[in-house]
């Protein structure tokens, strides 16, 4: 069901195919940090969690790390301290693996406009 605000974020859980096993919606105005945390418990331990930099987060790692997943989440720079060419280079090769649910939000945008029911 989706938020009852102006505006709403999706979030989306594929497989290595791409297709969508969950679907999560928010309010635009929280931040996409927060909803990691929506991931199913019944993901087998050892599983591989792509996120983009919006996910980088001690805690958003931890929270992997204590349900045994995989943390593949992209490293963010800081104000004060800029990547290493090691996190940038990690960066560039994971964002070759996120085309995955990249293309799943293309295909919604293209074919519904964007829009889901609810």
């Known amino acids: 069901m989706l938020p009852d605000t102006l505006g709403y974020k999706k979030y989306a859980l594929t497989d290595q195919d791409g297709y969508i096993e969950q679907l999560h919606f928010s309010s635009a105005n929280e931040h996409e940090s927060q909803h990691l945390e ?7 331990a050892g599983t591989t969690v792509y996120a ?16 045994g997943l995989k943390d593949d989440i992209m490293e963010k720079a800081s104000r004060s301290q800029s990547l290493s ?10 964002s070759k693996m996120r085309y ?3 293309r ?3 295909v919604l945008y293209r074919k519904f406009s964007g829009k889901c029911a609810s």
């Open 100 to 102: 995955v649910i990249e």
């Open 52 to 67: 983009g930099k919006g996910y980088s987060s001690q805690a958003n790692r931890q929270r992997l790390r204590e349900k």
């Open 85 to 94: 060419q090691a996190q940038k280079a990690r960066n560039k090769l994971l």
């Open 104 to 106: 799943v939000f293309g």
């Open 38 to 44: 929506a991931l199913p418990e019944n993901l087998n």
